[in-house]
C-alpha cells in the first residue's frame, strides 16, 4: 500500500471558523491532489500540485486554499468553513510516469455546523 | 474535454452472479484507462488499469478490456461474492502532458448472499 496518511481522520468545525487539513506521503510522488467527495456528485478536484510551491486550482476551488512546502506534504485550508464545506475530503498522489494513476489516503471526514 | 460516463447505481447482484458495470469514455488520442474501487469508509484503490487499445486489465477476478472503436472500458467479473460491495470507479488519464485524470459518478454494487 502506498504511503498516505491524512489528519485529522474526522473534525467538527463551526462556521466561519479556519480549518486545515494535513496530507502526508512518504512514496516521494511529485503530484499531490485534494478531492471532496459528496452523494451525487463523485469526486470533484480541488486543487492539486506538481511540485513542492507549484500549486494549481481544480473544478471547485473557491474557498479553499493549499500549501505544499515539502515534497511529502500537502496542506488544505479552508479559510472560513461554510456548511455547503460539509464533505469527506481525500488527498492522492501520482507518480510521473506514463500512466500517472493515483493512490488515494484514507480520507477525512468534515462536518461544519 | 473528456468525460466518462458509467452506468448509475446500485447494482444488486445475488452472491456468485455475473457482474458488468458499463463504462464509455470521450477524450482525444490514447487515454490509458483505470477502475477504481472504494469500499465502505476507505479511500478510492486502484483495481486495475489499460494504457492502450485492446488491452485487458484483470486484478481479483475483474477484467476490462479496453475497446477504442467503442470507446468503452466495461468492468465484469465473473461470480461475485458479499465482499464485492463497494463504489467502483471508472477513470481516463489523458494522453500528452495530462496529470489530472477524468472520473466517472460512481456506479455502487451490493451483493446479497
Known amino acids: 500500500d502506498a504511503g498516505i496518511t491524512q489528519s485529522p481522520r474526522h473534525k467538527v468545525t463551526e462556521t466561519g471558523t479556519p480549518v486545515t487539513l494535513r496530507c502526508h506521503q512518504t512514496?516521494?510522488?511529485?503530484?499531490m491532489y485534494w478531492y471532496r467527495q459528496d452523494p451525487g456528485h463523485g469526486l470533484r478536484l480541488i486543487h492539486y500540485s506538481y511540485g513542492v510551491k507549484d500549486t494549481d486550482k481544480g473544478e471547485v476551488s473557491d474557498g479553499y486554499s493549499v500549501s505544499r512546502s515539502k515534497t511529502e506534504d500537502f496542506l488544505l485550508t479552508l479559510e472560513s468553513a461554510t456548511s455547503s464545506q460539509t464533505s469527506v475530503y481525500f488527498c492522492a498522489i501520482s507518480a510521473f510516469d506514463s500512466t500517472y494513476e493515483q493512490y488515494f489516503g484514507p480520507g477525512t471526514r468534515l462536518t461544519v455546523t | 474535454g473528456n468525460s466518462v460516463t458509467q452506468m448509475e447505481g446500485p447494482v444488486t447482484l445475488s452472491e456468485e452472479a455475473f457482474l458488468t458495470i458499463n463504462c464509455t469514455y470521450t477524450?482525444?488520442?490514447?487515454?490509458?484507462l483505470f477502475w477504481y474501487v472504494q469500499y465502505p469508509g476507505e479511500g478510492l484503490q486502484l483495481l486495475l488499469k489499460a494504457t492502450k487499445a485492446d488491452d485487458k486489465g484483470s486484478n481479483k477476478g475483474f477484467e476490462a478490456t479496453y475497446r477504442k472503436e467503442t470507446t468503452s472500458f466495461h468492468l465484469e467479473k465473473g461470480s461475485v461474492q458479499v465482499s464485492d460491495s463497494a463504489v467502483y470507479f471508472c477513470?481516463?488519464?489523458?494522453?500528452?502532458?495530462?496529470?489530472?485524470?477524468?472520473f466517472g459518478r460512481g456506479t455502487s454494487l451490493i451483493v446479497h448472499p
Open positions: 477524450a482525444t488520442g490514447y487515454p490509458s
Open positions: 512514496e516521494n510522488h511529485r503530484y
Open positions: 477513470a481516463l488519464k489523458g494522453s500528452g502532458g495530462s496529470y489530472i485524470p477524468t
